[in-house]
């Protein structure tokens, strides 16, 4: 196929295909934006849930350090806790009740945007079969003429056809994505659900290296 060709099915649809580009172009931006800050806060959290694991005494530069570098992750939310509040003075299951409200107020940051390529999923094809439609009127234009052959008009079908086929493509990949993106939120979540164990199960270790 070549530009001119894809550019006069683009017209022909009557500029539904034009917004079917726009609507992948979004999906292809809210993809790696989101899959790249996924994997840096999983990769964070790992790396916390490490230094808890190692035998001996937490060391509280090593957090702070992790603490710094990473402020707006939703698992380091969880460690500021433990690191800027006075924990000496709480009691379990109020740490837990703190952390646990935390972990509700992070959770919602992780799907930022997400909504949206889930609509792009549900809109690709719907848009696509908009644009065969409108295919379809101007490849029917074809029968009112007598001196048009067969091969204009099931040319002019096929054209329309590439409009649900770009929508169906679009949904396709984009699904696989929403999965994936949605199995690293859930694994996320469960990342901070077992750091906020961890601290409850090391309390006494946590409050010695806390600076309060």
């Known amino acids: 196929?070549?530009?001119?060709y894809l550019l006069t099915i683009a017209n022909s649809s009557g500029?539904?295909?034009y917004f079917t580009l726009i609507l992948l172009?979004?999906?292809?931006?809210i993809i790696v934006e989101r899959l790249k800050h996924l994997s840096d806060m999983r990769r964070v959290g790992?790396?916390?849930i490490t230094m808890c694991q190692r035998k001996g005494t937490i060391q509280l530069d090593s957090l702070q350090s992790l603490q710094k570098n990473h402020d707006d992750y939703p698992i380091i939310q969880l460690l500021n806790i433990v690191i800027n509040t006075n924990i000496k003075d709480l009691?379990?299951?109020?740490?837990?009740?703190?952390?646990?409200?935390?972990?509700?107020l992070e959770v919602p940051h992780l799907d930022k945007n997400v909504?949206?390529?889930?609509t792009i999923i549900t809109l690709a094809p719907l848009?696509?079969?908009?644009?065969?439609?409108?295919?379809?009127?101007?490849?029917?234009?074809?029968?009112?003429?007598?001196?048009?052959?067969?091969?204009?008009?099931?040319?002019?079908?096929?054209?329309a056809l590439i409009s649900t086929a770009f929508g169906l493509v679009i949904a396709m990949?984009?699904?696989?994505?929403?999965?994936n993106i949605n199995q690293k939120i859930r694994l996320l979540v469960h990342q901070m659900e077992t750091f906020k164990v961890m601290v409850l199960n090391r309390a006494e270790e946590f409050k010695n290296i806390n600076p309060l």
């Open 1 to 4: 196929m070549t530009l001119q």
């Open 15 to 17: 500029g539904i295909l």
């Open 25 to 29: 172009f979004v999906a292809i931006v």
């Open 46 to 48: 790992n790396e916390l």
């Open 91 to 104: 009691n379990r299951e109020t740490l837990e009740g703190n952390l646990e409200e935390e972990i509700m």
């Open 115 to 118: 909504w949206v390529l889930d």
């Open 127 to 159: 848009l696509g079969l908009f644009g065969t439609i409108v295919g379809m009127f101007n490849a029917m234009a074809f029968i009112t003429d007598i001196q048009n052959s067969a091969v204009q008009i099931s040319g002019g079908i096929s054209e």
């Open 173 to 179: 990949v984009g699904l696989s994505f929403y999965n």
